[in-house]
Nanobody, 116 residues
Framework: VQLMESGGGLVRAGGSLRLSCTAS????????MGWFRQAPGKEREFVAS????????FYRDFVKGRFTISKDKSKNTLYLEIDDLEPEDTGVYYC??????????WGRGTQVTVSS
C-alpha cells in the first residue's frame, strides 16, 4: 500500500484547503483511513478517520466542525477539507491506512502553513 498526500500549502487564516490522499495497492483488508497532523515541536496527533469499507467518520474534538473527511473509493482517494484555517492548524498532515487493524501505512505528509 502506498499513500501520497497533496493539497497543502501556505494560506491565510480564515482560508480553506482540501487535502488529498491518493492510495495505490489497496487491498480488501483496508478497514479505515484517516489523517494525523504534526505541528512543529509537537507529537503527531489524530485528526479524523473514515471507515473505508463502509460508512462512518470520526473526528477529534478540536476539529470543531471545521474539518470534513470524505472518500472517493472509485479514485482510491481520501480527502480532508479544512475551513476557517487557524495558525494553530499549521503542521504536516499525514494520511494513513489501517489493514485489518494490524498494519498501518503512512504517507509522507503534506505541509500546511497558516499565516495570521
Amino acid at each position: 500500500v502506498q499513500l501520497m498526500e497533496s493539497g497543502g500549502g501556505l494560506v491565510r487564516a480564515g482560508g480553506s484547503l482540501r487535502l488529498s490522499c491518493t492510495a495505490s495497492g489497496l487491498t480488501s483488508d483496508i478497514r479505515t483511513m484517516g489523517w494525523f497532523r504534526q505541528a512543529p515541536g509537537k507529537e503527531r496527533e489524530f485528526v479524523a478517520s473514515v471507515i473505508w469499507s463502509g460508512s462512518g467518520e470520526f473526528y477529534r474534538d478540536f476539529v470543531k466542525g471545521r474539518f470534513t473527511i470524505s472518500k472517493d473509493k472509485s479514485k482510491n482517494t481520501l480527502y480532508l477539507e479544512i475551513d476557517d484555517l487557524e495558525p494553530e492548524d499549521t503542521g504536516v498532515y499525514y494520511c494513513y491506512a489501517d489493514e485489518n487493524g494490524e498494519t498501518r501505512y503512512w504517507g509522507r505528509g503534506t505541509q500546511v502553513t497558516v499565516s495570521s
